[in-house]
């Protein structure tokens, strides 16, 4: 009797991808139905993997099991752990055909090639904002969930950014290593200096397509296109106010919590917005900085 070799293959409906296993068929199917069945019980972030939602935890718990020898880093999934380690060993095989910059990655080179082509194919549902990296996205995302996941161990304060918590706990040390030689003004970042000098150059590289309006920094001209899109994507969680900046919803906020957090060093008084506030200290003579 002839032995039949022939192994059974499982087809996507969709795509016409084959799969050697009906798990395998059923995860690959949530790429089309966007199902998520897997949700975060601290964030209620939701992944079409659980493996996805295990290294996702890391994020509340912190571990970071994956250690690189040579400097000690550490990292919460294996794939981060591994594009690391090839900067220690300095390779960089893929180059660009346009400006010949080189990349120890190819999504690094496919990140870098978006911007001479300036796609943007990571698009928000909410709002359409566009990204050309995909955790741009992921981060922008959470304007319209909520989400911090990452958490100061100091004071506690939550960041939607791993990077806008490592700028935050500079704060807690107490050092501003970047100097104005103009008028002597420290900062924390390298970035928040170079967005400063142009307050003295009066340069503003920052221009709206649609009328052309000029701004010093990129989250300024970011709030100001909202006003030709309509988009206003933070909401208040105790009403249906909703506002263009983070700013306007905490000064909002402030009128259902009564909260006052500046306060007048001559006699005491309490605002609820910094404007207010030196508006008030004309009264005495003086301005708040």
Known sequence: MENDTTKKTFPCDVCGKVFTKNTYLKRHTRTHTGERPYPCQVCGSAFSRISTLQVHMRRHTGEKPYFCDVCSSSFADNSTYR?????????????????????????????????????????????????????????????????????CLVCKTSFSSINSLKQ?????????????????????EKASL?????????????????????????????????????????????????????????????????EKPYSCDVCGSAFADKVNLNSHMRKHGREKP
């Open 83 to 151: 594009r690391h380690v090839q900067i220690h060993s300095g390779e960089k095989p893929f180059s660009c055909d346009v400006c010949d910059s080189t990349f120890s990655h190819k999504y690094l080179l496919k990140r870098h090639i978006r911007t001479h082509t300036g796609e943007k194919p990571y698009r928000c549902e909410v709002c359409g904002s566009a990204f050309a990296d995909k955790s741009h996205l992921t981060v922008h995302e959470r304007i319209h969930t909520g989400e911090k996941p990452y958490q």
């Open 168 to 188: 935050h706990q500079k704060r807690h040390v107490g050092v501003k290593p970047y100097r104005c030689e103009e008028c002597g003004s420290e900062y924390y």
């Open 194 to 258: 170079r967005s400063h000098m142009r307050t003295h150059t009066g340069e503003k590289p920052y221009s709206c397509e649609v009328c052309g309006s000029t701004f010093r920094v990129k989250p300024g001209l970011t709030r100001h296109k909202r006003i030709h899109s309509g988009e206003r994507p933070y909401s208040c969680g105790m009403c249906a106010s909703t506002f263009t900046d983070s700013s306007a919803l905490r000064r909002h906020v402030q009128t259902h919590t009564g």
